[in-house]
């Protein structure tokens, strides 16, 4: 937790982006259509209205209708769809 | 777009994948790098593109997973070469024609003459056709330099001949000789065509019978047809006269001017088939002035049917009339430009002109201005005649 605090003051003090140095997951949203996530950890669950994603926080659970994944790659996953909600299960 | 063609050119398969640990499936997928695209879940199955390298690579994570593989769908061109093998005939047949393409398009399938007037199309393409540019020969073994040749030293009408191959078609192309009016050389007196006083007097050939200063009317001669030895010759020469045109141009006092007042009658007819029946007719008794307009409305004929119906519609429209009194001076200047417009179409275009004079002549009537428009020019007045022996 220390060790967190001190990367956080590092990154503010040389202006670096939080992603990079806390290695925290970049979640894009584009209105309620498609929703990109980078830096992920791989797929919990997937169906057509529910989609659990595993990431270094916890899990990101992303409800919606006729939901289906556009590109998938190691580093992001692009969901494409009706998004209507997203929740952190930490 | 990038990524649709290399998608293309690498091949491209749809999956179906049933069993209990789909997400498994997809997760040990990813680790190895692969690339997945259009994820789709219906029902219990589990629909995945991936390129055709990849495919080969699932094997791994299909027995971790433990889910079934099928193949639902495939796209790219390693797929279209593999269907093109078992349809032999297919590729054959499309060798063949772009073969067939390739030759035929060396050979001549038109030929298009261009460029005649007063030659016929026929002779050039005899011609041309004996010497061995003719629909079905190969472009190669016609010598177009010397068909050309050919082609001017034989029809004397021709300036210039070109001919090239565009694609199967070849264009002949051909410029005609302008063949100069050949020039009158009859003897002949030079007369004039005017009268008037000569200023200019230049005698290239034939005896001059005028000098400077002199009034001649029309018809006169001005340079004699006779030559040093007493032979008949066509005169030539420029001859220079000042001609004098006059014109009038009028306008009253007071001009009448017509207006719309709004009030409209109609009349109606009707045309049924050659005969005209009046169905309104038009009293204009109370109309002192009106403009007339008619108005056809016929029905569309229907296959040819000789059932003629029209409507006819007059328009008679009221007039007012109003009376402006014009000045003196704008209804001189409408008289001027009266009597200049008359003048214009007299005087030729090479005149120049030395001296333009207007006059205001009276009249009996007080309502009326006249006005005489007198312009002197200096213009060229010969013109031949035929040669007359005395």
Sequence with gaps: MRRRSR???????????????LDLP????????????????????????????NLNQGCLCVRGEKLTLGHLQKEQILIEGMVVELKYDT | MTRKISSYIKGAV????????QERFINLCISKQMQLWGVRKLEDSLFIWLSLHDFFRIRDAVRKAKVKVFVVESYGFPFFLKRLKRRKILLYGAIVFFIAIYVLSG????IDIVGVKNIPKEKINMMIESSGLCVGVRQEKVDTKKLE???????????WVG???????????????????????SPGDFIAGKSGTITECITILGESKVKIGDKVQAGDILLKGIGKNNEAVRAKGIVKAHVQYESFGESLLEEQVYSLTGNRKFGVKINFCGQIIDLNQVNLADFIAYEHEVIVKSIPSWRNSD??????????????????????????????????????????????????DFKVIDTDDPNLIRVKLTIETEELIGMYNQYNKE
Aim: net charge negative; glycine share 2%.
């Design chain 2, 307 to 356: 059932f003629v119906v029209e409507f006819i519609i007059d328009v008679y429209r009221e007039l007012e009339v109003d009376t402006i009194a014009i000045d003196e001076i704008e209804a001189k200047k409408i008289a001027t430009r009266e009597a200049l417009a008359e003048n214009k179409v007299q005087i030729p275009l090479d005149a120049y002109v030395v001296a333009q």
């Design chain 2, 149 to 159: 040749k050919e082609i001017l030293l034989s029809v004397p009408e021709v300036a």
């Design chain 1, 26 to 53: 970049r979640i894009t949203m584009l209105g309620n259509q498609q929703l990109l996530i980078e830096n992920h950890r791989g797929i919990i669950e997937y169906t057509s209205s529910c989609i659990r994603i």
């Design chain 1, 7 to 21: 990367l956080v003051r590092l990154a503010k003090a040389l202006e670096l982006p939080d992603d990079i140095v």
């Design chain 2, 163 to 185: 001919i090239h191959f565009t694609g199967t078609r070849a264009v002949v192309e051909i410029v005609e000789k302008v063949i100069a009016p050949s020039e009158d050389k």
């Design chain 2, 14 to 21: 749809k999956i179906k994948i049933q069993g209990e640990n």
């Design chain 2, 107 to 110: 050979y001549i399938w038109f």
